[in-house]
């Protein structure tokens, strides 16, 4: 590993927690072609045990650093060239820890066109600017005299030019610069204001009309709905930064002045600190204003991306229903209730459209079609969609259920976010080239009850819409931090090989859509894989790949015992010792506790596989193909609360986390909008980040604290000591003036709203989020 590799792999170590080796390791199995699923799982000798968030950061540093470095070298080329590359120079571009550091080094020798100060030293004014920097006691007009011309043509235009000179220089003084940039992030103050005329228009906005904040403390929602208004025209936003200092002279000009030594009472020191003032108030302030900004919408962005990246990991570890036939309903009223029935696998076995509302109001005709479709395939669960008339087509199957004898299915409100997208999807079409695409809708809903993870990694991660303000950050950042989500929930759960849908395979680590596809076309054409190792008869599925994504494939009734778990093929011999060492049959030993927990996993240890794997096979053959998601469980929603009008202060009811985000919880209680629990009433105790109590999908109890019918709010409490409106955020609620069918709220494990098109399904809640964060604001 050469020299710059180290470097980079010690400091990475150190922000990972990690030894030197234990990154290098790492990142020689990255540039291998290794994927992090599987570095974390099974090269865990080889890394010292590094996990897969430490690798994911690895990873992520990794790229910036190399970058960085590529740049370096592009900044060292470029002087070079100029032949102003001196040793101190390049001391300090080597020694520079991010990219904002070296751009303000390279400043004075970046390639620029043609500036004020660079025609001020055409016209021969830059040794007046040296004169004046040089000799405090002379008069600056006088000097300037000196250098007069045709193009120079008095005193004034002589100063002006040296001026340029110097706040040029002034300006680009990386270590100046650095200084200044640090004190305005440590004083710097951002302000909204209201465009005028915009007030009515902009109401969403309303609490930002007249804000500030430090800077520093900005959090991501708030920085984030600022920054919206100012990109929809109804806010300005500016960073004021010193402004309660009287002094007649700014601490930044002071800065600047105590660079270059200006000061005292000599004529070239007063003339020099109005060269400082004027620097900082044309120059300076303006370069690091957008500077800060940028960093505010970065630091704001990442925060965001990764609230979404947390909420969508919860959402796919949902747990799920099982494998038991299914009903998907997708509700509607005027074109009726797209119905898809599913067997235990997913195959589709039956569909239909019911239309018991109006116009048609043919509810008896309904009810009576799905109790057929009930009784003829044997259904145990029922998937109602959470779109328009969600509501009236659960009671209309609650009524007809009531009149069932036992066993009755099972009914489930689940979201449809992101439904209509993978129903006019390549992927839907290839799956049900014959099916209308309201239908296809209907089989997502049951499938995505019976396995949430198998169904959603089918639709574009933000499209599925548990996130804030996705629709304004960095897009190449959040698909690249989502994927990475998708890939460690799919390989953390574990795929069926012979019966895994092609989106599915495609997430394994090592497989891609062309390799998935591949398997799948030689599953059909073959028929089931009856062992891990007939993989390698894939079409360009090599050794390599086998290695990456074997252990993540799981055959059932395979002719090998083994590849039903997540035991890797590399180390079956060392599972055949433990196996043998207790003398019994491997599927008689395979989930036996007590007789596994009783050996000495330090005994099978060899010279290739360590304490770590051992532990882990041994752990695997008492619980294999172990599932890390929880067990199934549903919010049972209180009988007659159906509408916001329905609540009341005081009352206590069982509802589903739809979202969470750092300032609180939304939690969906089947009233077509769900409550806010603000991250001060989420416990009896001091609540940080939502996310340490709640994440979507939790089966939580609330209290309701208040309800605003008319802006559609309900704040929620899940504290037991009686917590009050004024530490809830009191009013604040998502639902202002949407549609049932933009965002709607989840029930059973399954979360809800934020992404997807605009007004579709899945919609980003633009206005009532909005009003929610406000609110959440004031509390803070």
Same mark, same amino acid.
């Given at each position: ?56 950061? !690895? ?64 016209? $021969?004014? $830059? ?31 002589? !100063? ?107 004529? $070239? ?174 089989? %997502? ?44 929930? @799919? ?22 859509? %062309? ?14 894989? %009856? ?33 039903? %778990?997540? @035991? ?5 011999? @060392? ?18 506790? $007590? ?86 009433? !989420? ?98």
């Amino acid at each position: 590993m050469s020299a710059d590799a180290k470097r980079i792999a010690a400091l990475i170590a150190t922000e990972i927690s990690a030894r030197p080796e234990q990154a290098e390791a790492a990142i020689g199995l990255l540039d291998e072609g290794a994927t992090v699923p599987f570095i974390a799982r099974y090269r865990k000798e080889v890394t010292g045990g590094l996990d897969d968030t430490q690798l994911r950061t !690895l990873s992520e540093r990794l790229s910036y650093l190399r970058e960085l470095d590529q740049r370096r070298d592009t900044i060292l080329g470029s002087i070079r060239e100029q032949g102003k590359l001196t040793p101190e120079l390049e001391t300090k571009i080597a020694t520079a820890a991010t990219k904002a550091e070296l751009e303000d080094i390279y400043l004075p020798y970046k390639p620029k066109r043609r500036t004020k100060a660079q025609i001020a030293r055409e016209r $021969g004014l $830059g040794p007046l600017a040296e004169a004046i920097l040089a000799d405090r006691s002379k008069v600056p007009a006088d000097l300037a005299k000196d250098y007069l011309g045709d193009e120079v043509p008095d005193e004034k235009a002589a !100063l002006e030019g040296a001026r340029d000179i110097l706040a040029e220089q002034f300006a680009e003084n990386a270590d100046l610069v650095g200084k200044l940039r640090n004190h305005m992030k440590e004083r710097a103050v951002l302000r909204a204001r209201v465009v005028e005329g915009k007030e009515e228009a902009g109401a969403k906005f309303s609490d930002y009309f007249d804000h500030s904040e430090r800077w520093a403390g900005v959090p991501s929602h708030r920085a984030l709905a600022m920054l919206r208004g100012r990109n929809e025209d109804v806010l300005a936003l500016d960073l004021e930064v010193d402004t309660d200092d009287t002094s007649p002279l700014k601490p930044a000009v002071r800065m600047i002045a105590a660079a270059y030594e200006i000061g005292g009472t000599l004529p $070239g020191d007063q003339w020099l600190m109005e060269v400082a003032g004027w620097t900082w108030r044309v120059k300076l302030f303006l370069h690091l204003t957008l500077d800060l900004m940028r960093d505010l919408r970065e630091r704001a962005e990442e925060e965001a991306i990764n609230v979404f990246a947390r909420n969508l990991k919860d959402l796919l570890l949902a747990a799920p229903a099982g494998t038991r036939a299914t009903m998907g309903l997708d509700p509607g009223i005027r074109t009726g209730v797209k119905v898809a029935v599913v067997d235990a696998t997913g195959k589709l076995l039956d569909t239909e459209t019911v239309y018991p509302f109006p116009p048609r109001n043919d509810l008896r005709g309904g009810q009576a079609a799905l109790s057929a479709l009930i009784r003829k395939h044997g259904v145990e669960l029922i998937a109602i969609g959470n779109g328009t008339a969600s509501r009236e087509t659960e009671k209309m199957v609650a009524d007809m259920l009531s009149d069932m004898p036992a066993p009755k299915p099972l009914k489930v409100v689940v979201s449809e976010a992101g439904a209509s997208v993978y129903s006019a999807s390549p992927t839907a079409a290839a799956e049900f080239p014959d099916l209308d695409v309201s239908l296809r809708g209907a089989v %997502s809903i049951a499938r995505r009850l019976q396995d949430p993870l198998a169904e959603l990694v089918k639709i574009e991660p933000k499209s599925i819409g548990v996130g804030q303000y996705q629709h304004d950050v960095d897009q190449y950042r959040l698909a690249k931090a989502l994927d990475a989500v998708v890939e460690d929930a @799919v390989n953390a759960v574990g795929v069926d090989l012979n019966t895994a849908s092609k989106s599915l395979l495609a997430r394994v680590s090592g497989l891609g859509e %062309s390799i998935a596809e591949a398997i799948v076309a030689h599953r059909d054409a073959n028929g089931a894989f %009856s062992s891990r190792r007939e993989l390698l008869e894939v079409a360009r599925l090599g050794q390599r790949t086998f290695e990456q994504c074997a252990g993540f494939l799981r055959i059932q009734n395979g002719t090998e015992p083994l590849d039903a %778990s997540s @035991v890797h093929p590399e180390a079956y011999g @060392v599972a055949r010792k433990i196996v043998a060492s207790c003398g019994r049959d491997v599927r008689a030993l395979m989930g036996d506790a $007590g007789a596994l927990k009783a050996l000495d996993p330090r005994v099978f240890v060899d010279d290739r596989f360590g304490l770590p794997t051992v532990r882990d096979i041994i752990s695997e053959l008492e619980k294999p193909g172990r599932d890390p998601r929880p067990a199934f469980r549903t919010a049972t929603f209180a009988e007659g609360i159906d509408d916001i009008k329905d609540l009341k202060p005081g009352m206590s009811l069982e509802g589903t986390v739809t979202n969470v985000a750092a300032f609180g919880a939304f939690v969906d209680i089947g009233v077509h909008q769900d409550g806010l629990v603000h991250v001060s009433q !989420l416990a009896d105790r001091f609540v940080k980040d939502a996310h340490e109590v709640v994440k979507a999908g939790d089966v939580v109890k609330v209290r309701v604290l208040e309800v605003d019918i008319k802006r559609k709010r309900i704040s929620l409490s899940m504290r037991k000591d009686g917590g009050s409106a004024a530490g809830a955020g009191a009013g604040a609620g998502t639902g202002a003036g949407r549609p049932r069918d933009q965002g709607k709220p989840a029930r059973a494990a399954m979360p809800r709203n934020g992404g997807g098109k605009p007004g579709g399904r899945g919609s980003e809640p633009q206005g009532a989020l909005a009003a929610a964060l406000a609110q959440a604001m004031k509390k803070k």
